[in-house]
């Protein structure tokens, strides 16, 4: 099976029994079966088309940052997007970004450019293509909010341009992966503004993601959504489970919407601690707590 993979991707670029904690920000994770960076929209769709034939499980990697991945690993193929996938340019007040690069450089390239509608994101630990999965936000402001149109490899290998009203997008989701589409590039529509300006909205946010989050240490950023009329971290508060902990995972008591990985954690540690706060929370204030982080591979 997968012997003809190299006939569409150098390889070099396949690898196997990939350790996935290197490439996930809670630092947790057993090996992917295989990992693939492709570089191209037209890799990808040769790529996404032949595992179809295979009948092979993939799975698309950004930048692990709201992902927690088994101590067993994933059986399957782990797809990475570099290359030219990760190019970003300007064109009028349209930034086009390959769904591999990082969001932070987008906004920097939206600066460099007097850009303005991308603030928000300033600081989210995401690529292109995980920001549009997620529909990312913060300090109101969404992803989908600002994206002009969506370049997208379907299930079956195809490259088609979808419009974000078909895309959905809803408070941290979007029909992307319902619609079993790969992102590939993004056009985010923006408005011309003040470069100081932009900049200076830039720093006020990161430096409050500074004061407010437990960024010393490995997490997803907030494990869980946001509940209607309330916030997960005051739910937890209120349950008492700042600081609580299960081997090396625990409740940021910094910010109690964080699960962090402050000892060594092993996937298993988060996951329990996670199904021990919806738990806790629910008898406390009857409120089902649902993760914003997704699970890959067995738990
Ligand atoms: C410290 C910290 C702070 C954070 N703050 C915020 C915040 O303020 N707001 C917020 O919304 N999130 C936040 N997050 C969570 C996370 O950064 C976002 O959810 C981000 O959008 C995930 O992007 P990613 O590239 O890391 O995706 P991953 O975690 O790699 O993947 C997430 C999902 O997207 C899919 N995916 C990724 N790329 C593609 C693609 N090209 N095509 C199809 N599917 C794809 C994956 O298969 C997976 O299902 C934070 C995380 C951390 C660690």
Known sequence: MLKNLSRYIDP???RQQVPLKDYTTFRVGGPAAMMINVNTSKELSEVISYLKKCQADYFILGNGSNLLVSDKGYDGIVIKLSGELTDISANGDVITAGAGALLSNVCKKALEESLTGLEFAFGIP????GAIVMNAGAYDGETGDVVDGVEAVNADGEILYVSPHSLRFGYRKSDVKKAGLTVVKVDFRLKKGNYNDIRLKMKELLESRIEKQPLEFPSAGSTFKRPEGTFAGKLISEAGLSGYRIGGACV?????????????ATAKDISDLIEYVKKSVYEHSSVKLEPEVIRLGKF
């Open 12 to 14: 070099e670029r396949i």
């Open 126 to 129: 995401g690529t292109v293509g």
């Open 252 to 264: 940021s008591e910094k910010h109690n919407g964080f699960i962090v990985n402050d000892r060594q």
